[in-house]
């Protein structure tokens, strides 16, 4: 019986594939979930290039008798943790999807601390953003190259209306929203439902 749950954990293994039914809910939700895998984040150096190595063996017929399916599985959800899918570079922990939620969870703490000041809402916004833009950078399309100078505009439009819609929450502008009420009035709106 122990067998027959591992089978169906791991299936036959097929390279570059899903080990999950893309076409359920529940496949995708566990693809997910073995995406933002944490554990991920302490693959040494050596288990890394062993699930490449094995990886490789698959793709070219000289696998090692003896090599399970999940033994292949947790090589390639290693693999495509680690590794950017089209440099083939190591993407750095904090800008990885499994690094996603635990560097990112201090940086929510922080935006949602009580009483900020204006000189912490804008060091909030600001890291955040930065974070943002290093995980999109780090995990972006490589085939097709964009130059620097686009990252640089989409992180610098991106960091301008996070600070200016949060400072627009500052004590400061509530107090001119009486002789201003528009521009406070519209920071609320579009902050709102972005928290």
Partial sequence: MAAAAGAAEYPPFVLGRARYDQSTFHGRFRHFLDIIDPRTLFVTEHRLKAAVQLLEDFKYGSLPSGVSNQQ???????KQ????????EKILMPFRMSGYIPFGTPIVIGLLLPQ???????????????????????????????????????YSG???????????ECDIPRTAAVTIPLP??????????MI
């Fill in 116 to 154: 900020q000041t204006l000189a912490t809402t804008v060091f909030w916004q600001w890291l955040n953003q930065s974070h943002n833009a290093c995980v999109n950078y780090a995990n972006r399309n490589a085939t097709k190259p964009t130059g620097m100078s686009k990252f640089l505009l989409g």
């Fill in 81 to 88: 943790a680690v590794l950017h899918p089209d440099t083939n």
């Fill in 158 to 168: 991106a960091v301008a209306s996070a600070v200016s819609l949060a400072v627009s």
């Fill in 72 to 78: 292949l599985w947790e090589a390639q959800k290693i």
């Fill in 184 to 193: 406070a009035g519209l920071g609320r709106a579009v902050n709102r439902p």
